[in-house]
């Protein structure tokens, strides 16, 4: 059987503030307790499969352990669900994770939501409830950056692996996060800053400021390096760059502020 695959974007974020805290308790899957992650609920259905700690070094994306979904061999799911994480309504989120899907046995996606109380909010359920991601080689990580709605009290995550073709196989994942942007250093330091497009897929990319004073810029590939370095009141040629991602580094008038920037 052929897994249904789920176009979205995937990609390495570089966490561009120092002191982003993740809201994701045990968010690594490092703290276990009677044969559970702590902070996280775990159900099993009556047909098998099971959730289970790994700490095997090839099945862990860091640290010292993931978390192991083994599929069941019929109908059903085995999935471990985050109880609500309170957000702020209108805020910025990075929501991340990592997952290893070398089985054809096995399909996994994560099913999320936003929460009003106990009520489900229909905000961007297309990339938060996916179809079943498609495998991988080796440990791949998927990222969203979205916008709390108005009216979103908590985000409900929870992750569901299926038996794809009769047999039991299993997928791991590692290292959740949801980061709330607007809490994080230097992401407003520049008044009425502005970025955009981002995704850039023509080549230019724009940086207004309510200064409108010319700026210094600095791109940085997922290594760490420098890429992009010039100076600029609007415009920035980055036509030069590969797709993927990378970290914008923008200062004005002494005052600086970094930014997550994808190239298409």
Same mark, same amino acid.
Request: charged share 15%; net charge negative.
């Given at each position: 059987?052929?897994?249904?695959?789920?176009?979205?974007?995937?990609?390495?974020?570089?966490?561009?503030?120092?002191?982003?805290?993740?809201?994701?308790?045990?968010?690594?899957?490092?703290?276990?307790?009677?044969?559970?992650?702590?902070?996280?609920?775990?159900?099993?259905?009556?047909? +098998?499969?099971?959730?289970?700690?790994?700490?095997?070094?090839?099945?862990?994306?860091?640290?010292?352990?993931?978390?192991?979904?083994?599929?069941?061999?019929?109908?059903?799911?085995?999935?471990?669900?985050?109880?609500?994480?309170?957000?702020?309504?209108?805020?910025?989120?990075?929501?991340?994770?990592?997952?290893?899907?070398?089985?054809?046995?096995?399909?996994?996606?994560?099913?999320?939501?936003?929460?009003?109380?106990?009520?489900?909010?229909?905000?961007?359920?297309?990339?938060?409830?996916?179809?079943?991601?498609?495998?991988?080689?080796?440990?791949?990580?998927?990222?969203?950056?979205?916008?709390?709605?108005?009216?979103?009290?908590?985000?409900?995550?929870?992750?569901?692996?299926?038996?794809?073709? +009769?047999?039991? +196989?299993?997928?791991?994942?590692?290292?959740?996060?949801?980061?709330?942007?607007?809490?994080?250093?230097?992401?407003?330091?520049?008044?009425?800053?502005?970025?955009?497009?981002?995704?850039?897929?023509?080549?230019?990319?724009?940086?207004?400021?309510?200064?409108?004073?010319?700026?210094?810029?600095?791109?940085?590939?997922?290594?760490?390096?420098?890429?992009?370095?010039?100076?600029?009141?609007?415009?920035?040629?980055?036509?030069?760059?590969?797709?993927?991602?990378?970290?914008?580094?923008?200062?004005?008038?002494?005052?600086?502020?970094?930014?997550?920037?994808?190239?298409?």
């Amino acid at each position: 059987m052929m897994k249904k695959i789920y176009s979205l974007l995937t990609f390495v974020c570089l966490g561009i503030s120092a002191n982003a805290q993740n809201l994701v308790t045990n968010g690594n899957f490092e703290t276990w307790a009677d044969g559970a992650p702590t902070g996280w609920t775990i159900t099993v259905p009556a047909n +098998g499969g099971s959730v289970a700690q790994e700490t095997a070094a090839a099945n862990v994306q860091n640290g010292t352990s993931s978390i192991r979904f083994t599929a069941p061999a019929g109908t059903g799911n085995v999935r471990a669900a985050w109880t609500d994480i309170p957000v702020t309504p209108g805020h910025e989120y990075t929501f991340s994770y990592w997952y290893k899907d070398e089985s054809d046995d096995a399909r996994g996606r994560h099913w999320a939501s936003w929460r009003a109380g106990t009520a489900q909010l229909t905000d961007n359920l297309d990339v938060l409830q996916p179809d079943y991601m498609v495998n991988t080689s080796g440990w791949t990580q998927v990222t969203y950056t979205l916008d709390a709605p108005a009216t979103a009290t908590a985000f409900r995550l929870d992750f569901r692996v299926y038996q794809d073709t +009769g047999n039991s +196989g299993a997928i791991f994942y590692d290292n959740v996060s949801l980061v709330d942007n607007d809490l994080s250093v230097g992401k407003n330091q520049i008044a009425g800053l502005k970025v955009y497009p981002n995704p850039v897929s023509n080549g230019t990319l724009y940086i207004d400021t309510d200064n409108g004073n010319t700026k210094s810029v600095a791109i940085f590939d997922i290594l760490g390096k420098q890429v992009v370095k010039t100076s600029t009141e609007q415009t920035v040629n980055v036509s030069a760059l590969k797709t993927g991602v990378y970290v914008l580094k923008v200062t004005e008038d002494g005052k600086t502020a970094t930014r997550k920037l994808v190239i298409k």
